[in-house]
């Protein structure tokens, strides 16, 4: 069986069916309730949960009317979840890890690897394939503290994030390093998938770490390229998000 089911919503969001037995599922961030009923029903699913990984509608939208369908339950990071805390539902667990920075309650799901699925991370608006979320409710630097613990996550961690922005999130990374060829050749990869109406996820843990250019403010070639060698990992962090913000 295949653990995840990639569910494109809106314009650009990711909603994800994750099976954790043959008719049992959780669905993350269902911003509509019709499109995930009807991969629930075809699928011939239970869905026994929802999780939230922040309060934007285009995140909840459909949290209400699925809730009320199915009666199941719904976690989210504006609940009080303690700043780890593992879910189990029947063999898998979960941890929620507190990511505090595009909103104060944002907070991304770790599902451990089992017999059914490899490690797997949902990062809703925390951490994007070659991006990251806008630090709207949160300060750049509380941001920063918060991808690293996402970087901290097992390399072989498969990352599914709540937006579609890879392409452009590689085309602004050509803009601070326009000689890197492993991510020029994501970026030709990346056209390609699209050309043939391929979805853009996943990626891992480990790939991020080496071509995500928010990850990789720690990264003295990175400093060097935006001209501050000497300032601290958060404020080029800063300064990647600042110039991000204005490349769109
Ligand atoms: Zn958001």
């Known amino acids: 069986m295949e653990p995840v089911i990639v569910i494109p919503v809106l314009d650009d969001n990711f909603a994800y069916l994750f099976r954790y037995e043959e008719n049992k599922a959780i669905v993350v961030d269902p911003a509509d309730t019709t499109l995930i009923l009807n991969e629930v029903k075809k699928h011939n699913l239970e869905l026994t949960a929802i999780l939230g990984t922040h309060h934007h509608w285009d995140h909840t939208a459909g949290i ?43 907070a991304c799901f770790y599902i451990e690897p089992s017999e059914n699925n490899d ?25 920063w503290v918060s991808l690293q613990k996402l970087a901290a996550l097992p390399d072989d961690t498969l990352v599914y994030p ?19 060829k492993t991510i020029q050749k994501l970026l030709e990869d990346i056209r390609k998938k699209q050309r043939q109406g391929k979805l853009t996820v996943s990626s891992t843990i480990a790939q991020e770490k080496l071509t995500n250019i928010f990850l990789r403010a720690n990264n003295p070639a990175i400093k060097a390229a935006i001209n501050m060698p000497n300032a601290s990992d958060a404020e080029v962090f800063a300064e990647l998000r600042k110039r991000k913000n204005i490349f769109g």
Request: glycine fraction near 10%; include cysteine.
């Open 119 to 143: 490690g797997m991370l949902f990062a809703g608006d925390t951490l994007f394939i070659a991006g990251c979320g806008r630090p709207i409710e949160c300060d750049a630097s509380t941001m």
């Open 162 to 180: 709540g937006h579609d922005y890879t392409e452009e999130n590689y085309e602004f990374a050509l803009t601070i390093e326009p000689e890197n």
């Open 64 to 106: 209400k009317e699925l809730k009320h369908k199915t009666n199941c339950s719904v976690i989210t990071g504006n609940q009080n979840l303690a700043g780890r805390q593992t879910l189990t539902f029947g063999n898998c667990r979960i941890k929620t890890i507190k990511t505090p920075g595009h909103t104060a309650d944002s």
